[in-house]
Each structure stands twice: as C-alpha cells, then as structure tokens.
C-alpha cells in the first residue's frame, strides 16, 4: 500500500535492483539525501531531491568493500557480487553522462 507521495525505480532484473537498494542504502547517500533535503518539512524527499543523485557518481565513492558493509549492517545475507559490480560499472559508463535512469 503506498500514497501519492511514493516513487518506483523499475528495473529489470532482481541483480539491478539489489544493487541500487545497497547503494541506496549507503552512507554517502544518506548523508548526500540529508545534506539536500529540507527534513523538517512535511515531504522532505521530493522528487526533485531524489533527482539530483547520480547513480554513476555514486560508484565512484561507493566501492565494492563499502557495499558489502551496507549489506552486513542491513542483516542481509552475502549476495552481491564483485563481478556484477564491475560489469554495472562498465555498463554505466558506456551510456551518456546524464542519463536519466539507472540501468
């Protein structure tokens, strides 16, 4: 059950939507969604705020290691893959530099 404020990322495999969970989930991108948004206001991730992360970007800072970590802090079992991780990368950098979606 969601409201009108809900946001839905599709994506096209389980694999793709792990990841960005994980990344979603990091502490850089936490810190980057408190740093941009207005959290005393009634809807502090508006669209807008959620916009203005760069899945690509976040690679950069997000390594593999950081990643494994916000899966164990999360109580997750050990499924993300290095070799995912990589070939995401190569795949992001292959598309324009402001694309829109995440995969």
Do not use: C, H
Not at 43 to 72: H, S
Not at 75 to 80: D, F, H, Q
Request: glycine share 0%.
């Amino acid at each position: 059950m969601v409201d009108d404020t809900s946001y839905f990322l599709p994506f096209d495999t389980f694999e793709d939507a792990y990841t960005a969970m994980l990344l979603l989930n990091s502490e850089v991108a936490q810190r980057f969604f408190t740093s941009v948004a207005f959290l005393d206001s009634k809807r502090p991730y508006t669209k807008k705020v959620l916009a203005r992360l760069e899945f690509r970007k976040l690679l950069d800072v997000v390594d593999f290691e950081k990643l494994k970590d916000v899966e164990a802090t999360l109580g997750l079992p050990a499924t993300a893959r290095e070799s995912y991780w990589r070939s995401l990368i190569r795949k992001l950098d292959q598309k324009a530099p402001r694309v829109l979606t995440l995969f």
